[in-house]
């Protein structure tokens, strides 16, 4: 079964820029994934961010930005302020109606 | 934007049932795909299952729950719901309920806040 991997954590400090990606354990996370990210804070129902690799949802600041960097899928914060301290998740489309979560990114700002 | 409700969450004993629902106030819910989506405590988020919005509905499920968990909408009550039976302690959760249509089926629009599903004896 094939395995969504993302870093399980990032530190970045206030203004600064951080990439989070998003691969496969077997073979390239491609445009036909569909990858999406979601932000993901306690109490609160989660936000979505990105969909279709690069479009940014509607009320998503312009500092999140979504790519394919090589092989893997990319959520990118750029001049990252507090509030974006959190866990964010990719998911992608495997193919007949099944979704795969990755584990998960805890960004830090400090 | 959708405002999706999650509710029918409760404390279960392990191999007991539970129904969860899924609602939406002042849009019509048929008119969207539904998904499911839990976390575990300190876990990270997991697919779940898919209804789509057309009829016949279209209805996939995550392996780890494939023939303990059904889905279903009642278009007239304007609610999804999730049935989780033989409940397991691994099925502790946050049960979210995402909507997805149109050209936009392959990402989760909007999200409720939650259910909590706590399996223990």
């Known amino acids: 079964q094939t395995v969504v991997t993302q870093e399980p954590s990032f530190s970045v400090s206030p203004g600064g820029t951080v990439t989070l990606t998003c691969g496969l354990s077997s073979g390239s996370v491609t445009t036909s994934h569909y990858p999406s990210w979601y932000q993901l804070t306690p109490g609160q129902a989660p936000r979505t961010l990105i969909s279709n690799t690069d479009t940014r949802s509607s009320r998503i600041p312009d500092r999140f930005s979504g790519s394919i960097l090589g092989n893997k899928a990319a959520l990118t914060i750029t001049g990252a302020q507090a509030d974006d301290e959190s866990d964010y998740y990719c998911v992608v489309y495997m193919g007949g109606g099944i979704w795969v979560f990755g584990g998960g990114t805890k960004v830090t700002v400090l | 934007e959708v405002q999706l409700v999650e509710s029918g969450g409760g404390l279960v004993q392990p191999g007991g049932s539970l129904r969860l629902s899924c609602a939406a106030s002042g849009v019509t819910l048929s008119a969207y795909n539904i998904n499911w989506v839990r976390q575990a405590p300190g876990k990270g988020l997991e697919w779940v299952s898919y209804?789509?919005?057309?009829?016949?509905?279209?209805?996939y499920y995550a392996d780890s729950v494939k023939g303990r968990f059904t889905i279903s909408r009642d278009n007239a009550k304007n609610s999804v719901y999730l049935q989780i039976n033989s409940l397991r302690a691994e099925d502790t959760a946050i049960y979210y309920c995402?909507?997805?249509?149109?050209?936009?089926?392959?990402?989760?629009?909007?999200w409720g806040r939650g259910t909590l599903v706590t399996v223990s004896s």
């Open positions: 209804i789509s919005s057309v009829t016949p509905s279209h209805i």
């Open positions: 995402a909507n997805s249509y149109g050209t936009g089926w392959h990402y989760f629009e909007s």
